[in-house]
């Protein structure tokens, strides 16, 4: 851990030390290529392209590059030089790798850093790859410790039974130790969604569901939460929404198609066991209690198992606590099918005011979290998974999620929105009062 702390503080320290540059000529070197590299870490980061695209012609104004036309999309991004003769366009790659919450939490302070102290593109370039080599803090170990974490947090939101518990431990465990595996070994990363979810639904559905008298789809479904695409569905239906139909579709497109690969493996599972996704006897559920307990198991579960940055806990809980409680108010101002909508008009601005004070890590850190815990990724998984095995009530299901995306993302357009105007008014306020502070004075 103290190697991986050195490295971090090097890397920051060969950063802030690397010399800025004025407007002049030299400036135009690189400026394409650092907006490349910048492109693709933030949608590596899981950021619409929409707020990438924003964010690239932002920096390339402030390096006195007005001129650059940027396209982005989730897989690419395309930046036009129309100073050359002729006019060339670059096109870098992006999803190179999904990046972990303490390297979209270096990557976002990067692009501050960027826009505020104009560093040479080349050392921005150096410093996102160096971003990308880092390893985890966390050694396998804790990795898979934070995955169960993260399932049975999920599981006390989804399905709170107490025969559950001890199942989402041991699914937990296993489907963590699979991902550690799996993500090693390019020809199993391929197929390990659908064979994660084969796996553990063969077992559940053989060995366990007889014993414990649970739904199987809804035992199996918290142990795949690194799979599930809700926060990909999510993100295109923002992008959608925002008018980027290219990228949203495709997204959406992507999104579906994950979970596909999710619901091929549980039905085949399924059939191979010959066994009903229900047992037909309810089991005992918790009290109103267990949901908020989850969210702590799942904060607790990220912070290991995506690597969150140092002292950032309590703000990836505090971002769960009001993403929830803004979905309970939504559920009973609006109902189930609305309440997302809620929930997204009102965590944005509390993140972003969060984000503001002093210690609290990238606001996209915190958003990313909240995005997971909004997005009903699980219940079209459920709601899928139910419909391949025949299960009545799951059109209904797959209906609502879908309904509930578009809720939510119309919730994440109008809480931008009121963020960036509020922002802008605060802004104003401030200057109107400092010129008639200036005033005063003369």
């Known amino acids: 851990m103290s190697g991986f702390t050195d490295r971090i503080r090097a890397a920051a320290t060969a950063f802030h030390r690397a010399p800025t540059i004025e407007a002049s000529d030299d400036e135009v070197i690189g400026v394409p290529e650092m907006l490349g590299a910048i492109g693709g870490a933030l949608l590596d980061s899981s950021q619409a392209t929409s707020d990438v695209e924003e964010i690239l012609k932002r920096i390339a104004d402030r390096y006195a590059r007005p001129e650059l036309r940027v396209f982005v999309l989730p897989t690419l991004i395309l930046v036009e030089d129309p100073g050359t003769t002729p006019s060339q366009t670059s096109i870098f790659p992006a999803n190179q790798s999904a990046l972990r919450l303490d390297q979209a939490d270096a990557v976002e302070r990067l692009v501050r850093h960027s826009v505020r102290d104009r560093a040479t593109p080349e050392s921005v370039v150096s410093a996102i790859a160096q971003i990308r080599k880092d390893d985890s803090r966390f050694g396998p170990v804790l990795t898979v410790v934070g995955y169960t974490l993260l399932t049975i947090g999920f599981g006390l939101m989804l399905n709170p039974t107490v025969s559950a518990l001890p199942i989402y431990v041991m699914l937990g465990v296993v489907v963590g130790t699979i991902v550690q595996v799996g993500n090693r070994v390019s020809t199993l990363s391929l197929i390990l969604p659908a064979f994660t979810a084969f796996a553990v639904t063969l077992v559940i559905s053989l060995l366990i569901s007889p014993l414990v008298h649970d739904d199987v789809i809804r035992l199996v479904a918290p142990s795949l939460v690194s799979f599930l695409p809700g926060l990909t569905l999510t993100v295109a239906?923002?992008?959608?929404?925002?008018?980027?139909?290219?990228?949203?579709?495709?997204?959406?497109?992507?999104?579906?198609?994950?979970?596909?690969?999710?619901?091929?493996?549980?039905?085949?599972?399924?059939?191979?066991?010959?066994?009903?996704?229900?047992?037909?006897e309810a089991p005992v559920q918790l009290g109103a209690w267990a949901p908020w307990v989850g969210i702590a198991f799942v904060a607790l579960g990220y912070y290991f198992f995506s690597a969150a940055p140092r002292r950032s806990l309590v703000?990836?809980?505090?971002?769960?606590?009001?993403?929830?409680?803004?979905?309970?108010?939504?559920?009973?101002?609006?109902?189930?099918?609305?309440?997302?909508?809620?929930?997204?008009?009102?965590?944005?601005?509390?993140?972003?005011?969060?984000?503001?004070?002093?210690?609290?890590?990238?606001?996209?850190?915190?958003?990313?979290?909240?995005?997971?815990?909004?997005?009903?990724?699980?219940?079209?998984?459920?709601?899928?998974?139910?419909?391949?095995?025949?299960?009545?009530?799951?059109?209904?299901?797959?209906?609502?999620t879908f309904g509930s995306l578009i809720a939510i993302a119309i919730g994440m357009v109008l809480g931008a929105g009121l963020s960036r105007d509020a922002t802008a008014f605060a802004r104003g306020w401030h200057s109107l009062a400092k010129q008639d502070e200036e005033l005063g004075r003369d």
């Open 237 to 280: 239906a923002v992008e959608l929404t925002s008018g980027q139909m290219m990228a949203g579709a495709s997204r959406l497109v992507f999104g579906i198609a994950r979970l596909g690969l999710l619901v091929f493996g549980v039905f085949a599972g399924m059939s191979v066991a010959a066994a009903p996704a229900s047992s037909g």
């Open 315 to 400: 703000w990836i809980l505090y971002a769960l606590v009001v993403a929830y409680s803004a979905q309970l108010l939504g559920n009973l101002v609006l109902g189930p099918e609305l309440s997302g909508l809620v929930g997204a008009l009102l965590v944005i601005p509390a993140v972003n005011l969060a984000g503001r004070l002093k210690g609290a890590p990238s606001k996209g850190i915190m958003l990313t979290c909240a995005y997971w815990l909004l997005v009903p990724g699980s219940m079209g998984f459920i709601g899928l998974s139910e419909a391949a095995s025949g299960t009545a009530g799951a059109t209904s299901t797959i209906l609502q």
